[in-house]
Nanobody, 124 residues
């Protein structure tokens, strides 16, 4: 089992920045991928970014490229999402997810473990 705990959400004005953190505990190894998803009210859960633990390869949805950066800290078993130039349309609950494959997917049902989510609100 893996436990994921997110932190770092909050309220920020458009153009501002936030950094989300997701700490993982439990099952360890190197053949896995961690990702961030987000879900706005009344909408589906959407892929934001992923990082493959084995080689730190990263993947982003088009709408966040150039603004968001996913990174990891091996020693802390933590993945981060640095979010810059935030827009009101980035408002959502952000979820951390883990997949025990050295691959990545946009579909949330491919991921094995989820955190509880953290709210990000961007005011205009």
């Amino acid at each position: 089992q893996v436990q994921l705990v997110e932190s770092g959400g909050g309220l920020v004005q458009a153009g501002g920045s936030l950094r989300l953190s997701c700490g993982a505990s439990g099952r360890t190894g190197s053949s896995y991928t961690m990702a961030w998803f987000r879900q706005a009210p009344g909408k589906e859960r959407d892929f934001v970014a992923a990082i493959r633990w084995s080689d730190s390869s990263t993947y982003y949805t088009d709408s966040v490229k150039g603004r968001f950066t996913i990174s990891r800290d091996n020693a802390k078993n933590t993945v981060y999402l640095q979010m810059n130039s935030l827009k009101p349309e980035d408002t959502a609950v952000y979820y951390c997810a883990a997949l025990y494959e050295s691959a990545w997917y946009r579909a949330p049902d491919k991921y094995d473990y989820w955190g509880q989510g953290t709210q990000v609100t961007v005011s205009s």
